[in-house]
């Protein structure tokens, strides 16, 4: 009997720290912006050029060009981050090449819709971990395909999300990767990326709401690297009326799993949400250690920080439509967009 009642308690519990379905909105997902910081900045550039038709605009703050690792984890960690004498950038010309073969081949967007795409970039002086060059290189290949007007902005800034007010001093790198820099990035970018704005609340109104991304990713979200539950920003007016869509993507150790739910609610998105009718979906990365079992299924992932996947870690396919991750965060999009 106490073993039953015992079993009846834990499934409570259970049912109780579940998320929820993420909510319809009728959501405008024809027409999405991306941002990240980081791996989250190489996210959001992958995404972009992944999805071209649908993702309009991209800010990356310490984030290089498309396919930069070329499936890499060396690649990665050195060429795309900290280039030097002998683990120089790759050629942007040989990443241009690539993107055009994905392209013909299906696997993502026609990449002359990268003409039209609004870009904008954030390279901090005192970021070590991602240096300006790899920065500079993202500009650069979008330009070969013909964007324009691509500010490449700096701070006196570590290796963070750089906000007005939030977070550890400008010129610091550690968590939770959030900078005080007296200059409000996502504001900047947002508007360079959608046009004028409303100026932003004072204090965030809409909510955070948490939802089950474990059911938008195939079921398992575990063996790709991503979190049971993902995050969304709601504004009061996204409630009734439709909006439009930015996706947050967090940097490395920056996951909910990792700092809490500070990038979700200090990075500055939200205030400016509030009065743009601007919904604001932050998906999450969770850490894997090597080899792990769930959902009675062995799989094997080597991602300690809870990096997203931009050198390969969850399939040859990571910077193509086919890439689970991106897939999974199509199907947040595509939740959003549907009817109420």
């Known amino acids: 009997m106490k073993a039953a009642a015992l079993l009846f308690i834990l499934v409570l519990h259970g049912a109780a720290a579940a998320a929820d379905r993420l909510p319809s909105y009728g959501a405008d997902v024809a027409a999405v912006t991306a941002s990240g910081v980081s791996s989250g900045g190489y996210m959001a550039i ?6 071209s038709s649908q993702v309009k605009g991209v800010a990356a703050l310490a984030a290089g060009p498309y396919y930069c690792a070329q499936g890499s984890l060396w690649t990665a960690l050195y060429n795309c981050s900290v280039p030097n004498a002998w683990a ?35 390279s901090g ?3 070590h971990t991602v240096e300006r060059p790899v920065v500079e290189a993202a500009a650069r290949f979008y330009g070969l395909f013909g964007a324009k007007n691509i500010p490449l902005q700096s701070r006196p800034a570590g290796h963070a999300m750089v906000t007005e007010y939030s977070g550890t001093p400008c010129g610091t790198t550690e968590p939770p990767y959030i900078n005080d820099c007296d200059y ?7 508007a360079h990326l959608l046009g004028i704005l409303k100026p932003p609340s004072v204090k965030d109104s809409g909510q955070v709401i948490a939802f089950d991304q474990k059911a938008l990713a195939g079921g398992d979200a575990y063996t790709v690297s991503l979190a049971e539950t993902g ?12 909006c439009r869509v930015h996706v947050a993507f967090h940097g490395c150790r920056q996951s909910v799993e990792a700092i809490g739910e500070r990038f979700v609610r200090e990075a500055g998105y939200n205030r400016w949400a509030d009065n743009n009718r601007l919904i604001v979906l ?10 792990g079992y ?3 299924r062995w799989s094997y992932v080597y991602n300690p920080r809870g990096c997203w996947d931009w050198w390969g870690y969850t399939s040859d396919q990571y910077a193509t439509k086919a890439a689970p991750q991106m897939r999974a965060v199509q199907a947040m999009l595509q939740r959003l967009g549907q009817p109420r």
Do not use: M
């Open 88 to 122: 120089g950038l790759p050629s942007i010309e040989t990443l241009k090449t690539q993107a055009e073969a994905f392209a013909r081949d299906g696997q993502i967007d026609p990449t002359a819709n990268l003409a039209a795409t609004r870009v904008w970039l954030f």
């Open 231 to 242: 995050y969304v920003y709601v504004p009061e007016a996204c409630r009734t009326g439709s």
């Open 184 to 190: 409000d990035a996502a504001g900047v970018f947002l």
């Open 282 to 291: 932050y998906p999450q990365t969770r850490a894997r250690y090597g080899l």
């Open 125 to 127: 002086t005192r970021d």
């Open 46 to 51: 992958q995404f972009q050029v992944a999805h």
């Open 294 to 296: 769930e959902g009675g």
